[in-house]
């Protein structure tokens, strides 16, 4: 089966950047490892997570079921057990406000040769059950393109009071309908942790 890697070195500042500087994970103990912010990896087949200590060039790993959290700058992975299951996955947290959090992942098309991503997002409650959620890609089919089309309204409809997320989403979301609906892509494709706890 094919292994997918998410190579996150997406790392700059922007404007809608939160003020974290540090990159960390937090482990189910709750303790704190600090660690390189250039060197992060995703391994979501075997549900690892690669990286490097502060002061270390040697690669380290540790399982998704290790670990509650990474913090990377302006990003936010993390895992859960959805809807009460058993199986621990890890997404990108886009958004968290008292009541609900939006997350996301990502998958590559099975057949090797495809240049297929397969995205699926989801709105949780403060008990993690699925509120909603969205399956999508970047193909250009009829059927991709209106799927995409969905993403901004159904955002903006959980978390339209999160001010800043919505301006982070509406700038990628004012060119999409222009270029098939493949602009607002690069809202999952460069993740940026958003928290509108009121």
């Known amino acids: 089966m094919k292994k997918l890697y998410f190579l996150v070195l997406f790392i700059s500042m922007n404007s809608f950047s939160m003020s974290i500087v ?8 709750g303790s704190k490892i600090n660690i390189k912010p250039n060197f992060f990896r995703i391994d979501t087949t075997e549900k690892l997570v690669f ?7 040697v690669e380290s790993k540790i399982k998704f079921k290790d670990f509650d959290c990474i913090y ?13 299951s058993k199986e621990v996955n890890g997404y990108f947290v886009l958004s968290e406000t008292a009541s ?3 997350i996301f992942t990502t998958t590559a098309d099975e057949n090797e040769e495809s240049t297929k991503v397969n995205y699926v997002f989801y709105v949780l409650d403060v008990n993690n ?9 970047n193909l250009k089919t009829a059927k991709s393109i209106a799927a995409r089309a969905d993403i901004y309204p159904k955002i903006q409809f959980y978390f339209g009071g999160c001010e800043m997320l919505i301006k982070r989403i509406s700038s990628y979301d ?12 690069e809202f999952f494709n460069s993740p940026v942790y958003t928290e509108c706890k009121k």
Do not use: H, W
Not at 176 to 185: A, C, E, G
């Open 72 to 84: 990377l700058g302006i990003n936010k992975f993390k895992t859960y057990k959805l809807n009460n």
């Open 100 to 102: 609900k959090t939006l």
């Open 129 to 137: 059950n699925i509120v909603d959620s969205l399956q999508f890609d």
């Open 22 to 29: 540090e990159s960390f994970i937090i482990t189910n103990d």
């Open 174 to 185: 004012n060119l999409s309908v222009q270029d098939q609906n493949m602009s607002i892509l």
């Open 51 to 57: 990286y490097k200590l502060l002061n270390s060039d």
